[in-house]
């Protein structure tokens, strides 16, 4: 299952392509069976929370992302090396504490919990996390985004139009 994978996703990864570029015009239809080819392929890897924003999308897009749930998916239990995954989120919970959101009263320009752990569960696989943030953002002591932090972890960080060439 794990010799598959390829990326991590955000949902940004594909969430914001899908707003700029709807499926359902013609023009975009094969970008979007692409990547309806690669969930199927199972080359995403996702932690719980991701899943369940992922799921949400519109259109084929999160019909195919649910259901291929199996192909996707990381659970805490299974067989990979997650206990190495919650080390790293455990981790980072402190040391990047002044930048995560949700502990400095969801400051614009931080990162949030579940953007760390799919940050995590890139370091823990050696995977590139594909998002849509901006690798432009500024990163300070104060604020960092999931670029920056992939920066910072030595993790590679791959925006939709990287994963589609």
Known sequence: M???KKYCLDTSGLSNPLDLMPETKAIYQPIWNH???????????VNAEIYEELCRLPGSIGEHITANEGNMLLEVGEAWDWRSY????????VKYKDVISEYNGNRKGTVGLIDVSIVALAKCLGLPVVSMESISFQASDKKVRIPSLCA???VEH????????
């Open 35 to 45: 990547i309806k080819s690669l969930i199927v392929s199972g080359v995403f890897a």
């Open 86 to 93: 919650l080390a790293i989120v455990e981790s980072w919970r």
């Open 152 to 154: 910072l972890e030595g």
């Open 2 to 4: 794990i010799e598959k």
């Open 158 to 165: 791959l925006t939709f139009n990287d994963l589609l060439s």
